[in-house]
């Protein structure tokens, strides 16, 4: 716009510098009269363009330093946060195995700290908004859509993140608790099988067979309703 205005007042000036002449050599008539007050109120809209233009140009150079770190603040920022939001978007169902559950819970605590860790980017970049909006662009209303699209992300994203993390804790807290109500039936199961004689050992006596079987029942019996009294209502 600079240019192009200055190389118009290059022209301009051409033109007013003939038309000055002709006025001054021109005899005095209705015409010359006419001629004249078209010229004066040519030479005012150009006085008055430039004005604009020098005025824009000033309030441009005034506010380029800070809508560059708008943008430049704006276009990094919001790149990471929709990287954060692909990532939690693909991390798979949360698992009952135990294994598993311990690697998806340190998955999640490493988002949480990255989240973390750009919180003071996330206050930065509204700050530089808000800056920008004071100062009423053209296009305000582009910034506050921005800015309100980016704070609604950045809420969205801590959501799911807790939400995340409260499901996988859940259900490494039920899967504790069945690994631990496992390891006594798992016991009682192997004594079971234990107790029970091999029919090598008893050979044909069918009579010790059933004995051994009966003891084999009664003993089981007596471990499982001693297992569950012992157990918390």
């Not at 005899?27 to 363009?49: C, H, I, N, Y």
């Not at 005025?55 to 005034?62: F, G, K, N, S």
């Not at 991390?91 to 949480?112: F, G, R």
């Not at 044909?204 to 067979?209: F, G, L, P, T, V």
Request: proline share 4%.
């Amino acid at each position: 716009m600079k240019d192009d205005v200055k190389d118009l007042d290059e022209l301009a000036n051409e033109l007013i510098s003939h038309v000055e002449n002709v006025l001054e050599n021109a005899e005095p008539s209705p015409d010359r009269d006419a001629l004249q007050t078209r010229f004066e109120d040519m030479k005012a809209k150009w006085g008055d363009v430039k004005d604009k233009v020098s005025a824009r140009e000033t309030e441009i150079e005034e506010r380029a330093p800070v809508l560059h770190d708008y943008h430049d603040n704006m276009e990094d920022f919001v790149a990471w946060l929709t990287d954060l939001d692909n990532k939690i978007s693909s991390q798979s169902p949360v698992s009952c195995d135990p294994k598993m559950i311990a690697k998806q819970l340190q998955q999640v605590e490493t988002l949480k700290k990255d989240l973390e860790l750009h919180k003071p980017e996330f206050e930065t970049v509204k700050e530089i908004s808000s800056g920008v909006i004071k100062r009423q662009p053209d296009d305000v209303y582009v910034v506050e859509a921005q800015l309100q699209y980016v704070i609604k992300m950045w809420e969205s994203v801590s959501f799911r993140l807790k939400d995340r993390s409260d499901q996988i804790n859940n259900v490494k807290d039920i899967a504790e608790e069945y690994q631990k109500a496992q390891r006594p039936v798992r016991a009682l199961y192997a004594w079971a099988e234990e107790a029970i004689v091999p029919a090598e050992a008893i050979g044909s006596n069918i009579e010790r067979a059933k004995q051994e079987l009966n003891n084999t029942k009664v003993g089981f019996h007596f471990s499982i309703s001693t297992f569950f009294s012992r157990r918390p209502i």
